[in-house]
């Protein structure tokens, strides 16, 4: 049903307002008049005219009133097919029908009550339909949620449980917002079906998993399955010389030039592009992007104002935003959750990067999180990936690329938790979750809904993109998840590591943030509405982070310690293959290595030697500390063994009394995990040089003279020992500068796999040793990685 209205005549031709599409000629106007997209939108605005007829405008209702109550009311007057209640208030309503006339009965009756109130019933407004709500996307635009304006909300309500409410009302994607981004797909699948008949544009991601904010960007995947089918099919045709289309430039003419059964990437990748720059209305700003793991289409739309990407056939990404949705619909506590951390994650720098890639958190990553957090809570609210596939019915049964992807369609098939806990605790539980959680140690597993310790990953890690679609499943075994400081199994996927693009800093500073906020959490600012007008609850936890500002306040990092992470990816192959087979002993064993090796930078590559132990006797080192530590100068393993003979480093512990490893100096693998304490180390050494100073023009000037390929600072022990040499040798008559002891020590399983060294200076009369600890700062974790892989 096309009008007149739509068409305006132009001084260049002629106008569509229903499309937004100019025509230079009557010709062309008749072709667009009758083409796919413009009856389309007409039929599509014949359908929303019909449910503007069929819906009344209903309020005068009390604040709390449900859909099910009102629902329950309006039955009376015929069948009620959808109730939408404006989201701020809950003052309003929209209650469609099924049929028109049941709108008459409704408005034919003069007085409505419901809950002794008197309802005001009107009919719905009807609006011009339009492509793109333009209005919405500017207001969008010229609105973006402003912090005060969230925290002045925030601070009205009753509990830190209201307040997450709000988050998600103040956030969530407007009823408008969705319905654009609807036409858009619709209008796409319209256009690309032309010249790929059968092709399927489906949403994924924010827009559709229930979690999507206003201006979060349109996720689409182009799925060619059923256009390959219609492909081979004409081509069996046009061999039987069945078919033959009349012009020869039919629709389909671009499948005559592209096979997509064999067509690359790249080449899918350019007709996308094309078909988007020159075919659809709106579209601008196309660029395509062939990274090796996921080539995509980026493109944004100038009346919905939002930006967009394209991918091809990436099945896996619907299904696992079928996932989300799912879980989101399994407990009504998961979505306020998600947009409260996801908003928590965007002001601390930690999520969100609204351009993709780079070293944080992705939305989906973060999602993934909240999860299995709630997959880990007592009793349990959300059930592990394997539960569910036990729960769906045969028909639901889903494997793609060879991963079994097979959970129950809707909620209903699942039974609901037992878990009562309120929202304010669940999120202070969750950073209690995380702030304890050895991210490099172990893998979050969704599947099993536990986490996995890491040594199980160890000897699959694999540096390779993942195998190429299509590719079978054996080929895929071959293959393991990249792991990094933070490894996140993607449900489905059991080859991908979801923040195998984190970085080291990224973790650190997720573990600070989750530790800060569960310290928060603890005060009663949080917990409790101020009456004096003061922020609270959330809104002290979403303070913008300000940048270096926790690490000053951190009084840990002013001290004297160094922290080497255990890193699983640049280990050593045969050390993975140890530490494989190893359990849980797997921290010492590393940690007995990594000792080994940083043994070797003091002693070996920054030429310290093994200093006196202040305070000469046993006794006084047992008074005085407490501890039982003990010299432990030692020597990497085939070098020569100097000094270190202070009486009291020759102690043994009575563990490791027979040690074979035992020299006739006191010399013992103190650090062997038999022993008694094998996650703790101590050594003192003495520096008579300025080892740190000038180092890297000296190392410059020795690379210049000598065949030595170069290497990054730290990257090269036979290098950086040279450097070394030469400093010392410009000194004529060195001085014990500094003395030092350093205390060794693993951590892990409940927080970070990590060994943290502390440096106690112990002689340092010229004060020399800042210097030196902070060259040592950046210098020892990159040296003893380097040394460590040597060691095998
Ligand atoms: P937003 O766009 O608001 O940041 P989102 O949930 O859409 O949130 P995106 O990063 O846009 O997150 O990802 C869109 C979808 O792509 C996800 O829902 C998921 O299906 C898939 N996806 C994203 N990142 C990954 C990943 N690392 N591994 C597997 N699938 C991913
Ligand atoms: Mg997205």
């Given at each position: 049903?096309e009008?007149?209205?739509?068409i305006?005549t132009?001084?260049?031709?002629?106008?569509?307002?229903?499309?937004s599409?100019h025509?230079?000629?009557?010709?062309?106007?008749?072709?667009?008049?009758?083409?796919?997209?413009?009856?389309?939108?007409c039929?599509?605005?014949?359908?929303?005219?019909?449910?503007?007829?069929?819906?009344?405008?209903?309020s005068g209702?009390k604040?709390?009133t449900?859909?099910?109550e009102?629902?329950?009311?309006?039955?009376?007057?015929?069948?009620v097919?959808?109730?939408?209640?404006?989201k701020?208030?809950?003052?309003y309503?929209?209650?469609?029908?099924?049929?028109?006339?049941?709108?008459?009965a409704?408005?034919a009756?003069?007085?409505?009550?419901?809950?002794g109130?008197?309802?005001?019933?009107?009919?719905?407004e009807k609006k011009?339909?339009r492509?793109?709500s333009?209005?919405s996307?500017?207001?969008a635009q010229?609105?973006?949620i402003?912090l005060?304006k969230?925290?002045?909300?925030?601070?009205?309500t009753?509990?830190?449980?209201?307040?997450?409410?709000?988050?998600?009302?103040s956030f969530?994607?407007?009823e408008s917002d969705r319905?654009?981004?609807?036409?858009?797909?619709?209008l796409?699948?319209?256009v690309?079906?032309?010249?790929?008949?059968d092709c399927?544009?489906?949403?994924?991601?924010?827009?559709?998993?229930?979690?999507g904010v206003?201006?979060?960007?349109?996720?689409?995947?182009?799925?060619l399955e059923h256009?390959?089918?219609?492909?081979s099919q004409?081509m069996?045709?046009?061999?039987t010389?069945?078919?033959?289309?009349?012009?020869?430039?039919?629709?389909d003419s671009i499948l005559?030039?592209?096979?997509?059964?064999?067509?690359?990437?790249a080449?899918?990748?350019?007709?996308v592009?094309?078909i988007?720059?020159?075919?659809?209305?709106?579209?601008h700003r196309?660029?395509?992007?062939r990274?090796?793991?996921?080539?995509?289409?980026?493109?944004?739309?100038r009346?919905?104002?939002?930006?967009g990407d394209?991918t091809?056939?990436?099945?896996?990404a619907v299904?696992?935003?079928?996932?989300l949705?799912?879980?989101?619909?399994?407990?009504?506590r998961?979505r306020?959750?998600?947009?409260?951390?996801?908003?928590w994650a965007?002001?601390?720098?930690?999520?969100?990067?609204?351009f993709?890639?780079?070293?944080?958190?992705n939305?989906?990553?973060?999602?993934?999180l909240v999860?299995?957090?709630?997959?880990?809570v007592n009793?349990?609210?959300?059930?592990?990936v394997?539960q569910?596939?036990?729960?769906a019915?045969?028909?639901?049964?889903?494997?793609?690329?060879?991963?079994?992807?097979?959970?129950?369609s809707?909620?209903l098939?699942?039974?609901?938790?037992?878990?009562?806990?309120d929202?304010?605790?669940l999120?202070?539980?969750?950073f209690?979750?995380y702030?304890?959680?050895d991210?490099p140690?172990s893998?979050?597993?969704?599947?099993?809904?536990?986490?996995?310790p890491?040594?199980d990953?160890?000897?699959k890690d694999?540096?390779?993109?993942?195998?190429?679609?299509?590719?079978?499943?054996?080929?895929k075994?071959?293959a393991?998840?990249?792991?990094?400081p933070v490894?996140?199994?993607?449900?489905?996927?059991?080859h991908?590591n979801?923040?195998g693009?984190?970085s080291?800093?990224?973790?650190r500073?997720?573990?600070r943030?989750?530790?800060?906020?569960?310290?928060?959490?603890r005060?009663?600012?949080?917990?409790?509405?101020?009456?004096?007008g003061?922020?609270?609850?959330?809104?002290r936890?979403?303070?913008p982070?300000?940048e270096?500002g926790?690490?000053?306040?951190?009084?840990?990092e002013?001290?004297?310690q160094?922290?080497i992470?255990?890193?699983a990816?640049?280990l050593?192959?045969?050390?993975r293959?140890?530490?494989s087979?190893?359990?849980?002993?797997?921290?010492v064993?590393?940690?007995?290595?990594?000792?080994?090796?940083?043994?070797?930078l003091?002693k070996?590559?920054?030429?310290?030697s093994?200093?006196?132990k202040p305070?000469?006797?046993l006794?006084?080192?047992?008074?005085?500390?407490?501890?039982?530590?003990?010299n432990n100068n030692d020597?990497?393993?085939?070098?020569?063994q100097?000094g270190?003979?202070?009486p009291?480093?020759k102690?043994r512990?009575?563990a490791e009394e027979?040690?074979?490893?035992?020299?006739?100096q006191?010399k013992?693998?103190r650090?062997?995990?038999?022993?008694?304490?094998?996650?703790?180390a101590?050594?003192?050494?003495?520096?008579?040089h300025?080892?740190?100073?000038?180092?890297?023009?000296?190392?410059?000037?020795l690379?210049?003279?000598?065949?030595?390929a170069s290497?990054?600072?730290?990257?090269?022990s036979?290098?950086?020992s040279?450097v070394?040499?030469?400093?010392i040798e410009?000194?004529a008559d060195?001085?014990?500068?500094?003395?030092f002891?350093?205390?060794a020590?693993?951590?892990?399983?409940?927080?970070s796999?990590?060994?943290?060294?502390?440096?106690?200076?112990?002689n340092?009369?010229?004060?020399?040793f800042?210097?030196?600890?902070h060259?040592?700062?950046?210098f020892l974790?990159?040296?003893?990685?380097?040394?460590?892989?040597?060691?095998e």
């Amino acid at each position: 049903m096309e009008t007149n209205e739509d068409i305006k005549t132009t001084p260049r031709g002629f106008y569509c307002r229903l499309c937004s599409v100019h025509t230079p000629n009557q010709v062309s106007l008749e072709a667009h008049v009758k083409g796919k997209r413009h009856q389309h939108l007409c039929r599509l605005r014949t359908k929303r005219s019909a449910q503007v007829e069929s819906s009344i405008f209903v309020s005068g209702f009390k604040p709390a009133t449900s859909r099910t109550e009102l629902s329950e009311y309006f039955e009376q007057f015929g069948p009620v097919s959808e109730i939408i209640v404006d989201k701020d208030k809950g003052k309003y309503a929209i209650i469609e029908f099924s049929e028109a006339k049941s709108t008459q009965a409704v408005l034919a009756q003069l007085e409505h009550r419901m809950q002794g109130l008197k309802l005001r019933v009107k009919p719905r407004e009807k609006k011009e339909f339009r492509l793109a709500s333009k209005t919405s996307a500017a207001d969008a635009q010229k609105n973006p949620i402003s912090l005060e304006k969230l925290n002045y909300d925030l601070c009205q309500t009753a509990s830190v449980n209201e307040q997450m409410q709000k988050v998600v009302e103040s956030f969530q994607l407007s009823e408008s917002d969705r319905n654009g981004r609807e036409l858009l797909v619709e209008l796409m699948e319209e256009v690309f079906t032309e010249f790929l008949p059968d092709c399927q544009i489906i949403p994924f991601g924010s827009s559709v998993n229930t979690f999507g904010v206003q201006s979060c960007d349109l996720d689409l995947v182009l799925d060619l399955e059923h256009t390959k089918a219609f492909q081979s099919q004409a081509m069996k045709s046009e061999q039987t010389g069945e078919n033959q289309s009349e012009d020869g430039q039919s629709e389909d003419s671009i499948l005559s030039e592209l096979d997509l059964a064999t067509a690359t990437p790249a080449e899918l990748l350019d007709l996308v592009t094309a078909i988007l720059r020159k075919c659809v209305p709106g579209v601008h700003r196309v660029q395509s992007l062939r990274t090796v793991r996921l080539p995509v289409v980026k493109f944004s739309h100038r009346d919905l104002k939002l930006q967009g990407d394209i991918t091809i056939n990436n099945r896996l990404a619907v299904r696992n935003t079928r996932f989300l949705q799912l879980c989101s619909g399994l407990d009504s506590r998961v979505r306020p959750l998600v947009y409260t951390l996801r908003f928590w994650a965007k002001q601390k720098h930690l999520a969100g990067n609204p351009f993709g890639g780079g070293p944080l958190l992705n939305n989906y990553a973060l999602t993934l999180l909240v999860i299995f957090y709630l997959q880990n809570v007592n009793p349990p609210i959300l059930p592990t990936v394997e539960q569910l596939k036990d729960m769906a019915c045969e028909e639901e049964e889903c494997v793609i690329d060879g991963w079994d992807c097979t959970f129950p369609s809707q909620p209903l098939g699942v039974p609901p938790s037992k878990n009562t806990e309120d929202l304010c605790t669940l999120l202070h539980g969750f950073f209690t979750f995380y702030s304890k959680f050895d991210f490099p140690g172990s893998v979050v597993s969704l599947r099993e809904g536990r986490a996995l310790p890491i040594t199980d990953f160890l000897c699959k890690d694999e540096e390779k993109p993942d195998p190429p679609e299509g590719s079978d499943s054996k080929q895929k075994q071959a293959a393991g998840p990249k792991l990094g400081p933070v490894n996140i199994l993607d449900p489905f996927n059991l080859h991908h590591n979801v923040a195998g693009n984190l970085s080291e800093r990224t973790h650190r500073h997720l573990h600070r943030e989750c530790c800060e906020a569960e310290k928060y959490c603890r005060s009663l600012q949080y917990q409790r509405k101020s009456a004096k007008g003061k922020s609270w609850g959330l809104v002290r936890l979403f303070a913008p982070r300000v940048e270096g500002g926790t690490r000053s306040q951190d009084g840990t990092e002013r001290s004297l310690q160094i922290s080497i992470p255990f890193r699983a990816s640049v280990l050593p192959e045969s050390l993975r293959k140890k530490l494989s087979s190893s359990g849980n002993a797997f921290r010492v064993i590393w940690f007995g290595k990594l000792c080994t090796a940083i043994e070797a930078l003091f002693k070996d590559v920054l030429k310290c030697s093994p200093a006196e132990k202040p305070g000469s006797t046993l006794e006084q080192t047992q008074a005085g500390g407490g501890e039982e530590e003990v010299n432990n100068n030692d020597s990497l393993e085939g070098s020569s063994q100097q000094g270190a003979t202070h009486p009291g480093g020759k102690r043994r512990l009575p563990a490791e009394e027979g040690s074979s490893s035992t020299s006739s100096q006191g010399k013992r693998r103190r650090l062997d995990p038999s022993a008694g304490r094998p996650e703790k180390a101590c050594w003192f050494w003495a520096q008579r040089h300025m080892v740190w100073a000038g180092r890297r023009k000296v190392r410059r000037d020795l690379l210049k003279t000598s065949d030595e390929a170069s290497a990054p600072e730290g990257g090269c022990s036979s290098i950086e020992s040279r450097v070394t040499q030469c400093i010392i040798e410009k000194v004529a008559d060195p001085k014990d500068l500094v003395e030092f002891r350093v205390d060794a020590e693993v951590l892990g399983g409940g927080e970070s796999t990590k060994a943290v060294l502390k440096f106690t200076p112990t002689n340092d009369l010229a004060g020399y040793f800042q210097d030196f600890f902070h060259f040592l700062e950046s210098f020892l974790p990159k040296m003893v990685e380097t040394l460590l892989a040597k060691l095998e």
